[in-house]
């Protein structure tokens, strides 16, 4: 538990310096998100490419700048009345690792749909269908990204 709180810590201070820095910001952000190929809904690491050769090309700072902020923005999502909340799909409750991948989804979805879901912890539902975007892939972008244009 140590580990996860100074992780989510350490991850935060970070984000706090890149936004002094002037690396990324919220808007750069979303835009960078907006690249996921979305028609059809993401189902695979194709749909991420643009987002990772536009994160490769940025540079190392936009890097673990954009992996910041998705940090923080799962985190928002991270909260105990969506978690509660039954799958669509199944009618049972979310495992861990499927609200982690359904949080990332609403933060595929764009900004609208992560206030849409932080106002309304009922509009999460509709994340949680089947047939929607997978957006795990989302969650290893930036390392990819990150391994290509640094050959680390």
Not at 1 to 9: I, R
Not at 25 to 48: H, M, Q, S, T
């Given at each position: 538990?140590?580990?996860?709180?100074?992780?989510?810590?350490t991850?935060?201070?970070?984000?706090?310096?890149?936004?002094?820095?002037?690396?990324?910001?919220?808007?750069?952000?979303?835009?960078?998100?907006?690249?996921?190929?979305?028609?059809?809904?993401?189902?695979?690491?194709?749909?991420?490419?643009?987002?990772?050769?536009?994160?490769?090309?940025?540079?190392?700072?936009?890097?673990?700048?954009?992996?910041?902020?998705?940090?923080?923005?799962?985190?928002?999502?991270?909260?105990?009345?969506?978690?509660?909340?039954?799958?669509?799909?199944?009618?049972?409750?979310?495992?861990?690792?499927?609200?982690?991948y359904y949080?990332?989804?609403?933060?595929?979805?764009?900004?609208?749909?992560?206030?849409?879901?932080?106002?309304?912890?009922?509009?999460?539902?509709?994340?949680?269908?089947?047939?929607?975007?997978?957006?795990?892939?989302?969650?290893?972008?930036?390392?990819?990204?990150?391994?290509?244009?640094?050959?680390?």
């Open positions: 538990m140590l580990c996860v709180s100074w992780l989510s810590f991850r935060r201070a970070n984000g706090f310096l890149s936004h002094l820095r002037g690396v990324m910001d919220d808007r750069e952000f979303w835009g960078l998100i907006d690249l996921v190929l979305k028609d059809p809904p993401a189902r695979d690491r194709a749909a991420f490419g643009p987002l990772e050769e536009a994160l490769g090309r940025a540079g190392e700072d936009e890097i673990k700048a954009f992996e910041d902020l998705l940090a923080r923005h799962l985190h928002d999502l991270d909260r105990s009345e969506l978690a509660a909340l039954p799958s669509s799909a199944t009618g049972l409750p979310l495992s861990t690792d499927s609200f982690l949080r990332a989804v609403v933060v595929l979805a764009g900004e609208e749909a992560c206030r849409s879901v932080l106002a309304d912890p009922e509009q999460f539902r509709r994340f949680t269908e089947p047939g929607g975007p997978e957006a795990e892939f989302l969650l290893y972008v930036a390392q990819h990204a990150y391994e290509s244009s640094t050959g680390k």
